[in-house]
């Protein structure tokens, strides 16, 4: 059977759509859980206490936070220079 | 690309085929994930519990890497959730 065939069988290349999604957000996970790790856990102990808890929780979320930051700068920067190339 | 012995059709293919192929991805799929959270969990882990390697794995050294690896996994946990909600929230 060809890379062909299987790609253009409707109901596969939906599978294969979900299957990259879900790769992709455990990828996410994997690598997020690693920079978190880096920057909250300094020895572990025999117990995630809560002040780690909530260090992972803002990580997560301030990790997203730079990442929406940059995009809304680098889109602002671009048509910025869109527009002094046009003048 | 060989998706096992199953003969050639000119269209599509018949669901045992795909059944078939979908479970073997799956399958793919899960091996690479516990692949890489073991590479994860040992290059962490080994950073954390092995800071002068010895001549041999001392028992403190296991304890901190059973310890290192159970918190770990809930890192890993919080992680997920946190992500989840955040994800759920930037959509609605």
């Not at chain 2, 770990?72 to 955040?86: E, F, G, K, P």
Request: proline content about 2%.
């Amino acid at each position: 059977m060809s890379v062909d065939t299987l790609l253009n069988d409707p109901r596969m290349k939906q599978f294969i759509e979900a299957e990259t999604q879900k790769q992709r957000f455990h990828a996410l996970v994997q690598n997020l859980s690693n920079k978190c790790w880096d920057s909250c856990i300094d020895r572990p102990a025999s117990k995630l206490d809560s002040k780690t808890e909530s260090c992972l929780l803002n990580c997560v979320n301030r990790f997203i936070d730079s990442s929406n930051y940059i995009v809304r700068r680098l889109d602002k920067q671009a048509s910025v220079s869109d527009v002094s190339e046009m003048e | 690309m060989d998706f096992g012995s199953s003969s050639p059709s000119s269209a599509g293919m018949d669901s045992h085929q795909r059944e078939n192929i979908m479970g073997q991805v799956k399958q793919q799929v899960a091996v690479m994930q516990v692949q890489q959270l073991l590479e994860s969990m040992t290059d962490k882990c080994f950073k954390k519990c092995v800071t002068s390697p010895g001549s041999s794995l001392g028992s403190a050294e296991q304890k901190c890497l059973a310890m290192c690896m159970d918190r770990y996994l809930d890192c890993m946990n919080v992680v997920t959730q946190a992500y989840s909600s955040r994800l759920q929230k930037e959509m609605s």
